[in-house]
């Protein structure tokens, strides 16, 4: 896990779960531009591992479907035992996919479509935070 402070005050804690490299590197700078404290996670049972030790602070959740052992849908549920208030923010290149549906009808807080620009992903962070 790899925890990234770049302001003193963040605008909220965002656990992003992803196993592409290139996805937590760019997408937590991203983040870390907006303005927030990124907790990063490789696979579903890391995320799993990390949103235990620090549900009381993450904010968001952005999960990605396909995930390598566990998938999207399984995690998902994993997590929202742990808080089920969680929110989770679903990414996905893959929006046709089963699993997405699935999860959205579990009451996943939002989608964003894979690869998201700053702006939309701003957006809809901002979106999730102040309700």
């Known amino acids: 896990m790899h925890s990234t402070h ?12 992803d196993d592409d490299e290139i996805v937590l590197e ?8 907006l303005g927030y404290e990124v907790l990063k996670a490789r696979d579903g049972q890391e995320a799993l591992t ?6 009381d602070r993450v904010d ?3 999960l990605d479907m ?20 969680t929110k989770v923010l679903l990414a996905s290149g893959y929006f046709e996919n ?26 809809k962070l901002e979106k999730l935070i102040e309700n």
Request: proline share 4%; with cysteine.
């Open 98 to 123: 089963h699993l997405s549906s699935v999860i959205l009808d579990k009451n996943c807080n939002d989608f964003i479509q894979k690869p998201f620009n700053l702006q939309h992903l701003n957006h």
């Open 26 to 33: 760019v997408g937590g700078k991203m983040l870390q531009h």
């Open 60 to 62: 968001v959740i952005i």
């Open 50 to 55: 990390v949103f235990d030790k620090h549900h």
């Open 66 to 85: 396909r995930l390598p052992g566990m998938n999207g849908d399984t995690v998902f549920g994993e997590l929202r035992k742990i808080n089920s208030h």
């Open 6 to 17: 770049e302001s003193v005050n963040p605008k909220g804690v965002i656990l992003l779960v």
